[in-house]
């Protein structure tokens, strides 16, 4: 054993890293935040992720700022370091996708697994997909598909079956924007 230590005692002295004597804080709010852009991408989408009983705004790098760059985002999660924050998702990992249409509207197409969130989660769940689809420009409301079939979704005010938007989730808003850019959950999680 000591036959492997010591050699490698001296790889590690010559190899120029200098020896302190004492530990020295890191200021870790001094490091320039961390982004990345995927795809070549330089337009940043504002996803809504959940702190508490609220959303919470993060910014991504995205390609674009359309429906789709925003729900892939999204659906990715909060980062290892947004979940050391105290950031979480209520939306269970599935395909969702989105369909456009000139009035405003778009279609969000879920799975069954969409269903399964249970208790306060659902309205946060709808209400973190309400709020990041509707940041994109031209977005206004959503309406919500399970399988092909229109579905009811929870809003501060009950079941609703139609179009909602913003103004149906008040009671879970974001409170302030994030402080900064997080890196895009597809790149290195810091």
């Known amino acids: 054993m000591a036959a492997i230590v010591l050699p490698l005692v001296f790889l590690v002295m010559g190899c120029g890293v200098?020896?302190?004597?004492?530990?020295?804080?890191?200021?870790?709010g001094a490091l320039p935040p961390?982004?990345?852009s995927p795809q070549g991408g330089s337009s940043t989408v504002r996803v809504y992720l959940v702190r508490g009983d609220r959303l919470h705004e993060v910014v991504r790098a995205a390609p674009n700022r359309?429906?789709?760059s925003a729900i892939e985002r999204l659906a990715a999660g909060p980062?290892?370091?947004?979940?050391?924050?105290?950031l979480r998702t209520a939306l269970v990992p599935?395909?969702?996708t989105v369909t456009s249409d000139d009035s405003g509207t778009v279609v969000l197409g879920a799975t069954a697994d969409f269903a399964g969130v249970s208790g306060a989660d659902q309205?946060?769940?709808v209400a973190q997909l309400v709020w990041t689809l509707t940041d994109v420009p031209g977005v206004d409301r959503l309406n919500f598909t399970i399988d092909g079939r229109p579905i009811e979704v929870p809003t501060?005010?009950?079941l609703r079956g139609d179009a909602v938007g913003?103004?149906?989730?008040v009671s879970v808003e974001p409170t302030g924007p994030s402080a900064e850019p997080a890196p895009s959950p597809s790149g290195a999680s810091p």
Request: proline share 11%; aromatic share 2%; net charge negative.
């Open 18 to 28: 200098p020896v302190q004597d004492d530990p020295a804080p890191l200021d870790v």
């Open 34 to 36: 961390q982004t990345s």
């Open 66 to 68: 359309s429906a789709e």
């Open 79 to 86: 980062t290892r370091r947004e979940v050391s924050q105290g």
């Open 94 to 96: 599935q395909p969702l």
């Open 123 to 125: 309205l946060l769940a």
């Open 156 to 158: 501060d005010s009950g």
């Open 166 to 169: 913003r103004a149906d989730y």
